[in-house]
């Protein structure tokens, strides 16, 4: 009987743990949309990206709450998100969320050079040649920007973003 109680509190214990875990992966996916949102907010493209739309990307499995921003509005233009499965498609978004994983140096590669504002999670993608990079810090979710490098790619990064920065090269 005992073992029985033991085992059963066990299971609850187990399954309360992935609970919480998946509840956690799921709150800070919600934070890194909203940042990408707002990302949108701060970052001037050259004159010749499309007009009405900015397209908000993401290579990797997606953030479930991706679609919370579709439609919405950044600077008069209408959001729009995509799912990309080919890297080379990436040149066509303003903002490409990579997740973390071999799929972050073939967009890196796709994109080089132009007018994408790529976002990952993983260390060392600042140094890959990314320009925005999730870190998560206790429980806090901060970023790191490489701002020479989206100035070379035709980006301007409001100071107020930068301000918000933990590390800006």
């Given amino acids: 009987m005992i073992r029985r109680s033991c085992g059963v509190v066990f299971v609850l214990f187990f399954l309360t743990a992935i ?9 800070a996916d919600d934070l890194k949309v909203a940042f990408l949102y707002n990302f949108a907010k ?3 493209w ?3 990206t499309p007009e009405g739309t900015i397209s908000i990307c993401t290579y990797g499995s997606p953030p479930g709450a991706l679609k919370t921003i579709e439609q919405k509005n950044v600077k008069g233009k209408t959001v729009q998100t995509k799912y990309l499965s080919d890297a080379g498609a990436a040149t066509s978004c303003q903002i490409v969320f990579v997740r973390s994983g071999p799929q ?3 967009i890196l590669a796709a994109v080089k050079g132009a007018s994408v504002l790529t976002v990952g999670e993983e260390e060392g993608f600042l140094d890959n040649g990314g320009i925005i990079n999730f870190k998560l810090t206790g429980e806090k979710i901060g970023f790191d920007i490489n701002a020479t490098l989206a100035r070379a790619n035709g980006l301007t990064i409001s100071s107020q ?4 920065a933990d590390e800006v090269r």
């Fill in 19 to 27: 609970i919480m875990t998946r509840a956690y992966a799921i709150q």
């Fill in 104 to 106: 972050a140096a073939r």
């Fill in 42 to 44: 701060y970052v001037e």
């Fill in 46 to 48: 050259p004159v010749n």
């Fill in 161 to 164: 973003l930068l301000k918000l």
